[in-house]
């Protein structure tokens, strides 16, 4: 069965670095999206991606976090300079529409 | 404003048990609903949503529009469900809104 990856899956960085996150989601899906889940809470959406573009985005996508489909296969999350405020598990996910979403394994970001 | 509640942080049965855990939503319109299952070190990975109304690993959940709740139950309860499971909520087209999740333990 086809899934959605993630890399890595663990990322330490220092405070005011940035930091991409690589998904690859699932080749015949159209809509992406990426939550976090900071430990102990719950998961939260961050922004949603579709035909090239933001689709949709939270309060918590502010202007450090950026998202990019620079190729065919790859969706990006980059956070311009991370905060501590920022370590949490990120999961990537895609659709082909109305269908239920399929989540990666998650990247474990930990900032210095 | 849409919302998810499961109200049990945890909770904590014994194999062969039943099981039921809790999901209440807000949401005016017409709800699509999924419950997410995430063993050990794993991905979040779908168990059930309401409008295909079928039976995985034993856990069935049914949609109560009156109560708004989305309760996932299983009657016996075995080990290897030990796990997070979280419920979520669609409105319309758009990104899922997750409840906290509970944590289910299963006891031997």
């Known amino acids: 069965e086809p899934e959605v990856t993630q890399t890595p899956s663990h990322q330490v960085t220092q405070m005011g670095q940035e930091v991409i996150l690589r998904c690859v989601p699932i080749?015949?899906?159209?809509?992406f999206y990426w939550y976090r889940q900071i430990l102990g809470q719950k998961v939260e959406f961050l922004v949603s991606?579709?035909?090239?573009?933001?689709?949709?985005k939270s309060e918590i996508f502010d202007d450090q976090f950026s998202v990019e489909r620079p190729d065919g296969s790859n969706f990006t999350l980059k956070i311009r300079s991370t905060k501590l405020e920022d370590s949490a598990m990120y999961f990537c996910?895609?659709?082909?529409?109305?269908?239920?979403?399929?989540f990666g394994d998650g990247t474990r970001l930990s900032i210095l | 404003a849409q919302r998810v509640t499961q109200p049990e942080k945890l909770l904590s049965v014994f194999k062969g048990a039943p099981v039921e855990l809790k999901c209440n939503y807000s949401?005016?319109?017409?709800?699509?609903l999924f419950w997410y299952v995430q063993y050990s070190r794993q991905r979040l990975q779908l168990l059930l949503r309401?409008?295909s109304r079928e039976s995985i690993k034993g856990f069935t959940a049914d949609l109560n529009k009156g109560e708004t709740s989305f309760h996932l139950k299983k009657p016996f309860a075995q080990e290897e469900d030990s796990a997070m499971y979280y419920c979520?909520?669609?409105?319309?087209?758009?990104?899922?809104?997750f409840g906290k999740g509970t944590r289910l333990s299963v006891i031997a």
């Open positions: 080749s015949n899906h159209l809509y």
């Open positions: 991606f579709y035909n090239n573009e933001i689709s949709e």
């Open positions: 979520a909520l669609r409105p319309g087209n758009t990104p899922l809104v």
């Open positions: 309401h409008i």
């Open positions: 996910a895609s659709t082909q529409g109305d269908q239920p979403q399929h």
């Open positions: 949401y005016s319109g017409s709800p699509e």
